[in-house]
């Protein structure tokens, strides 16, 4: 079964992103799984937020300026502040799949290790991925503990297979949706088209290799179905419902990956 993985918690709904409640509002969807954001604060422990800086909240600081006692206590909306990856693990590790997206490149490795041994997190590619762009930082966890499921994340698939396999990761992560119109400076039904040959051919040589492959941020119907009829093995969405939906009218929505 394809999983349906909830990308920065529901967010069809009120709450902030990456917060207890959009976890939580995530679960009640039928979701099998969160996708979470984490940076580091100034005493380098792990927050879940998105984006480097408070701009969005109307403060000026950086993340990495503020310690962790000050950066969970910042409210995100009233009642709701930002959780530390410990708040989440203890929360949800082992009861979900865990999708981590590690967004600092050179920091925290340790620290996100001793966490996840610390709160004895199954090392299962269908319980737990540590995501990220940064290949280095994927390898550097795979050197310290070879048995934590590593996915690299790509915006375009084309020969991004050998990437996977130089980072010794587990998966692969690669941007399947609509488009954006101008992508790649070409006209947008020829980028499309070559988005979704590469990424179709990614799916299945993945599957060859025994490479988990879960799309982001898969939103439109066509694309949701195609994940599942494709059998990847996940697909990281913003529609936590109308996926599941989907998936249910899918044939043989029970398939099992082989991977």
Not at 184 to 190: A, V
């Amino acid at each position: 079964m394809t999983y349906i993985i909830a990308h920065r918690g529901y967010c069809k709904t009120t709450e902030p992103d990456n917060s207890i409640p959009a976890f939580q509002s995530a679960l009640n969807a039928k979701a099998d799984g969160i996708e979470f954001d984490i940076q580091l604060s100034s005493d380098e422990h792990f927050v879940c937020f998105h984006d480097p800086d408070l701009s969005n909240l109307g403060r000026p600081e950086q993340l990495n300026e503020l310690d962790l006692k000050t950066l969970t206590e910042i409210e995100l909306a009233t009642g709701i502040t930002i959780p530390s990856l410990a708040d989440v693990l203890e929360k949800y590790g082992n009861r979900i799949f865990l999708n981590i997206e590690l967004k600092t490149q050179n920091k925290g490795v340790e620290e996100l290790i001793q966490l996840l041994n610390q709160y004895d997190i199954e090392k299962n590619p269908k319980k737990l991925i540590i995501s990220s762009f940064h290949g280095n930082a994927l390898k550097n966890i795979k050197n310290l503990d070879s048995d934590i499921p590593t996915g690299l994340l790509v915006e375009f698939s084309r020969n991004m297979i050998s990437q996977v396999q130089e980072y010794n990761c587990d998966a692969l992560h690669l941007f399947y949706n609509e488009v954006p119109d101008g992508w790649i400076n070409l006209p947008f039904w020829l980028s499309s088209k070559i988005h979704k040959f590469y990424a179709h051919r990614c799916f299945s040589k993945a599957s060859t290799l025994g490479i988990f492959v879960n799309p982001y941020t898969v939103n439109s119907d066509q694309y949701l179905r195609n994940c599942f009829e494709r059998n990847v093995n996940g697909v990281i969405t913003d529609n936590v419902e109308r996926a599941y939906q989907i998936r249910k009218e899918t044939v043989n929505p029970d398939r099992r990956s082989t991977n």
